[in-house]
């Protein structure tokens, strides 16, 4: 957390470097699947392996989708930037050296913009820039290190913020609004659990008007509720050390999140160690003035630009906002069924009450809810045809069938009856077998209602129209009828 005057007298400077994997079919330089969880070094070829004289070949697919991430936080794109070998020896990368992009990336500036609770400023970021993936070693299987190269070559993009965060909860705010942005993006599935969206963390303290202290990486923070607590425990090792006279060490530690504490793993390299020298097997990566323009046009409207839209244009709360826009396919989900029932309050509770507690972890192809169908179903829970139970009902059994929900309506005999012979018949018996609810009622007290209405719709199946038995009940009350 940043530092309260009153108990400290540091300040703590983050920036973040965030591994996004691009949501492409194949890796960056070879055709092998990007593809997780298939079993280990099964989707390698002589390029991701790293063979002698294998050539890589640039996915266009990945430079469209890192043109898109740079569009979407608001960077210059460099129209012809270059890749650039980065030289490093672990068991994980197979050449010894990982292709990356250093001198000219293919997008600087933009940012990233906190809510409105932390602030609302904007966190600049530094650079975004193309890059392989390394493989994965794996430590805890036994006394030897294993490696699985399936990862090795999968497309990334890194995004280096400028050291402008202060705190731990600004860092989880500036890592979800970039998560959403790039999910809004199409960019990447952003799942930290597969590992398409990792992060390395830059921490040091120093005293304000001061120059920044010395920096430390944090490493293996594979949830944002890892990066705040990480945050928390390095800041508060640090203080301790400068506290006391001590020097803090520029290094690499890792984060154990049983012990909830970092740890050494080892000394930082500074970039001259990497020596990065243009990568000779590929050309400038050059992008036509038409492909920017095309992808800036079809970037959906932001995330945040949305929400402020629905709250100013259709009455919505900032609550209902931030649920329905979770994730870009619930926000279009709302946004067309909205617009075609012409009812966007409506639409926005179903889908914030019955929609999401069916979802579950369906997708919402998997419910059989298209933004047509909903939006007629919400049509005749409003219009009366259908009750409540009824509409749950029938979007249940969306998932079932190809029928409208008002075919489904008419097959189940779900309408709610209006047709007082019926209701009549229904709420005569109703009072006849509570003669106490009844007295009540006639008595004065509006409550005991509720018990006659509930015996109408347990009579009716639940197809009695509420408010019409409501009325119906009263009268016959009032009447003595």
């Known amino acids: 957390m940043s530092p309260s005057p009153a108990t400290s007298v540091w300040s703590t400077v983050i920036g973040l470097e965030v591994h996004c994997q691009l949501a492409t079919r194949t890796k960056l330089f070879c055709g092998c699947a990007n593809a997780f969880g298939a079993a280990p070094n099964t989707l390698t070829c002589p390029v991701c392996a790293g063979a002698p004289g294998a050539l890589p070949v640039l996915n266009r697919e990945a430079v469209r989708l890192a043109l898109r991430a740079g569009l979407a936080l608001g960077c210059a794109i460099d129209r012809a930037s270059r890749f650039d070998r980065k030289n490093y020896f672990y068991c994980d990368l197979p050449k010894g050296f990982q292709i990356t992009q250093y001198a000219r990336p293919i997008a600087v500036g933009g940012g990233v913009a906190l809510p409105a609770e932390l602030g609302g400023r904007t966190i600049r970021l530094k650079r975004i820039h193309m890059e392989e993936d ?10 030897h290190t294993r490696v699985d190269l399936n990862r090795a070559g999968v497309p990334l993009i890194e995004i280096v913020s400028e050291p402008e965060l202060a705190s731990a909860a600004e860092a989880q705010a500036y890592l979800a609004a970039l998560k959403e942005t790039l999910q809004y993006a199409g960019v990447s599935e952003c799942d930290m659990e597969k590992g398409s969206l990792r992060c390395d963390v830059n921490v040091s303290l120093h005293r304000p008007g001061t120059p920044l202290g010395t920096r430390v990486e944090l490493k293996n923070l594979n949830s944002f509720k890892n990066v705040g607590a990480a945050l928390e425990h ?7 050390l400068l506290g006391a006279g001590e020097r803090v060490r520029q290094e690499t530690r890792l984060f154990d999140a049983e012990r909830g504490e ?8 500074d970039e001259e160690d990497y020596r990065y020298f243009p990568e000779p097997d590929l050309p400038l990566v050059v992008l036509a003035p038409a492909e920017l323009e095309r992808e800036r046009a ?7 630009a949305r929400r402020a839209r629905w709250q100013r244009e259709l009455g919505l709360s900032a609550y209902d906002a931030g649920v329905l826009s ?8 709302f946004e067309e069924s909205a617009r075609l029932s012409a009812r966007p309050k409506e639409t926005a509770n179903w889908i914030a009450n019955d929609v999401l507690a069916e979802l579950g972890a369906r997708s ?6 298209t933004p047509a169908r909903l939006a007629e179903l919400v049509g005749l829970a409003a219009d009366g045809t259908l009750s409540k139970a009824g509409a749950r009902e029938v979007l249940r059994a969306l998932s079932t069938t190809a029928e409208s929900p008002r075919a489904l309506v008419e097959r189940l005999g779900l309408a709610q009856v209006a047709d007082d012979g019926a209701l009549l018949d229904w709420c005569r018996a109703a009072i006849a077998g509570n003669a106490r609810a009844a007295g009540a009622v006639k008595a004065g007290e509006e409550k005991a209602l509720g018990a006659l209405v509930g015996a109408v719709m347990k009579a009716s199946g639940g197809r009695a129209h509420p408010q019409r038995t409501r009325e119906m009940l009263a009268r016959l009350i009032r009447e003595g009828t």
């Open 134 to 143: 390394a493989g994965k070693a794996i430590h805890d299987r036994g006394p």
């Open 262 to 269: 970092t740890r050494p793993m080892r000394s930082k390299e």
């Open 298 to 304: 079809d970037l959906a409207e932001a995330p945040a």
């Open 326 to 333: 979770a994730s870009r396919e619930l926000a279009d989900l």
């Open 364 to 369: 919402l192809a998997e419910l059989g809810l």
């Open 234 to 240: 390095e800041r508060a090792r640090q203080e301790r």
